[in-house]
């Protein structure tokens, strides 16, 4: 079976752009819904809820790419990831700083208080924080003098998104039809990936 054609530079670059714009629709409906007063009765909770969704979806689209280009061959798909990781940061950015801002008014001691006293907000806050390395590590140049050492850092991606689902469980409380969704999709793109650990692993030769 011959490997599909690769895109050209023009169709990378109209592929991005519909990429942006469609990471970009999320916020674009806020704002909407802000200016026409569609945020419901607590706006605060609606905006935070819906970026932390967001983010959640971004990670999950981002962990996707790879099975998605060996099972179908198209090395190109490579080329979004990047894109998808960072727009999964940016919308924790505006995760988090509703938090810190809408919320808690940046105030450090509430903030404080609600990392050490409430679980959710101690496991969202974590993988935030894991997640700024990534963020800043994302470029090419960031790749090359990292070496070895930028896969194993990225490799946090699967904690970061196991973190994000149980951030979001906790946080739903009883209706866990959502969080359950998102915790499936996970484990099916963790699984799909042991195969090619375990292969790697055995490959190894075993050392005392």
Sequence with gaps: MPLPAPLSRRQVFWCKALLWLLC???????IFLGL???????????????????????LLATLSVTPLRRMTGLNWLVRFRRLLGLFAFFYACLHFTTYIWL???????????????????????????????????????MMKKLGSDWQRLHRLIYL????????YWWLVKKDITQPLIYACVLVVLLAVRLPRLAARAGAKPFRN
Aim: glycine share 12%; aromatic share 10%.
């Design 24 to 30: 970009l629709t999320p916020l674009a409906r806020l």
């Design 36 to 58: 026409t007063g569609g945020l419901g009765a607590n706006p605060i909770e609606f905006i935070t809820r819906s970026t932390g969704t967001w983010t959640l979806v971004g």
């Design 103 to 141: 919320d808690q008014f940046f105030d450090p001691a509430g903030i404080a208080r609600d990392i050490l006293k409430r679980p959710f907000i101690t496991v969202g806050f974590t993988a935030f924080i894991l997640l700024v390395p990534l963020a800043a590590t994302s470029s090419q140049r």
């Design 160 to 167: 970061i998104a196991g973190l994000g689902v149980v951030h």
